[in-house]
């Protein structure tokens, strides 16, 4: 079956802070330290894809799921919104992969939004909350991240720390005809030569600042709105005038039985049969490549806990996800503003005066909460370290038990 991107609209349920003390931060600290250390409980291995057998207890670590929650503090919209301090836009409507596939004027509206939003996604960065989660890689508690986002801040904020991009990622171009990938911001450059007008309105927008500022309300009111696909949204434009380039691998060597052709000046043509170029992002209506359904499920499967950061779960494939870990067995931690698509399932068997091994659910800031956390896990195994090195000291040397 294959999985597609579909977004979910229905109102989501407040949530239930589990355990209960983690409705502080203090206490959510506990909770989080307790669900990621306490020794891995036993997993049903033969759940899930059918490749397991048995029970066992998974690697010990962690595996984390991020959605849009985690990029706001990089000045990257919600798609929700949260507490209301981001309120929901209600306007925006995500390009749906038949549309942009079947249809050059939603193309042109695609690809002139994108160049609009191109600049500022281009240079936001990773935040704390992405550099903690590298961080909990470091010190041995997580072992892959897979992320919801397209931004890219996961891979650069921890390279050492393998992120599976579920939705893809928008720092490519990809041919729906031959596949060849291409560097975005090159392909940004392209969009400049043959939009001239375009390029000095988005010069406008960036010398009023209308595109620098990182809150979302000060950009609203000069008339901007980015969405977490990194598009803008401006009102009155006109987008019939843009012009986008084709593949040039296409247009050097159309694939058989095709047409790929531009105007003089390089613009795609619509008599052309081939050569479009697409974000490498996982279009709304579109699947998720297998390679892509497999890694991320063997990623789960490994792992002995899921901890979700940011993520309402509003897309099937996500919310898959985690279900998948629960019927696993293992427990699930999720950190969000607001509420989580049904999430009352996933807390089912985590007591609300529990430690935090069996499920936490708490609803705060994740660039607060994670760095805290980093440091309560250093902190711990600093304590360990040093209680161990003096239990040595007072046992006096023990030889290891294979000599
Ligand atoms: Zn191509």
């Known amino acids: 079956m294959p999985l597609m991107r579909i977004p979910y609209t229905a109102p989501l349920p407040s949530p239930t802070i589990t355990p209960a003390s983690a409705s502080t931060l203090q206490g959510a600290l506990t909770a989080l330290h307790d669900f990621l250390t306490a020794p891995p409980p036993l997993v049903n291995l033969a759940s899930g894809n059918g490749n397991g057998n048995g029970n066992g207890n998974g690697n010990g670590k962690t595996v984390i799921l991020s959605g849009a929650g985690i990029s706001v503090a990089s000045g990257l919209a919600d798609y929700r919104g949260s507490n209301g301090t981001y309120t929901l836009n209600k306007t925006y409507?995500?390009?749906?992969?038949h549309e942009f596939t079947a249809n050059h004027e939603a193309r042109k509206r695609y690809w002139a939004r994108s160049y609009l939003g191109w600049t500022n996604l281009h240079k936001s960065r990773p935040n704390k909350a992405?550099?903690?989660v590298g961080m909990l890689g470091q010190l041995?508690?997580?072992s892959s991240v897979v992320t919801q986002n397209v931004d890219s801040f996961h891979p650069q904020a921890h390279?050492?720390?393998?992120?599976?991009?579920?939705?893809?990622?928008?720092?490519?171009?990809?041919?729906?005809?031959?596949r060849t990938e291409y560097d975005r911001q090159q392909f940004q450059q392209d969009l400049s030569v043959l939009n001239p007008a375009w390029a000095d309105f988005l010069a406008e927008m960036l010398a009023a600042g209308a595109l620098s500022t990182e809150n979302p309300a000060e950009r609203r009111l000069k008339g901007l709105k980015t969405n977490p696909d990194g598009d803008v949204d401006v009102p009155g434009v006109e987008y019939g005038t843009f012009r986008y380039p084709a593949c040039p691998a296409c247009l050097a060597h159309p694939p058989d039985g095709t047409r790929v052709e531009q105007s003089a000046d390089g613009a795609w043509l619509p008599s052309s049969t081939a050569g479009i170029l697409k974000p490498a992002v996982i279009m709304f209506g579109e699947s998720i490549p297998a390679q892509v359904k497999l890694a991320v499920e063997a990623a789960v499967d490994e792992a002995s806990r899921m901890l979700v950061l940011g993520s309402s779960l509003a897309t099937y494939s996500a919310w898959r996800l985690v279900k998948r870990a629960r019927e696993r067995g293992m427990p699930v931690g999720i950190i969000n503003?607001?509420?989580?698509r049904g999430e009352g399932q996933f807390f089912a068997d985590a007591p609300l005066e529990g430690l935090g091994r069996e499920g936490v659910r708490c609803s705060l800031g994740l660039e607060e909460v994670l760095?805290?956390?980093?440091?309560r896990v250093q902190q711990q195994q600093q304590q360990q370290g040093a209680a161990a090195t003096a239990s040595q000291r007072r046992d006096g040397f023990?030889?290891?038990p294979w000599r």
Do not use: D, N, W
């Open 140 to 142: 041995g508690q997580v």
């Open 159 to 178: 390279p050492g720390l393998k992120t599976l991009e579920l939705h893809g990622y928008l720092r490519s171009t990809v041919c729906l005809s031959c």
């Open 130 to 132: 992405h550099a903690a």
């Open 337 to 340: 503003l607001g509420g989580v």
């Open 93 to 97: 409507r995500p390009i749906y992969f």
């Open 398 to 400: 023990q030889p290891a």
């Open 371 to 375: 760095p805290a956390l980093v440091e």
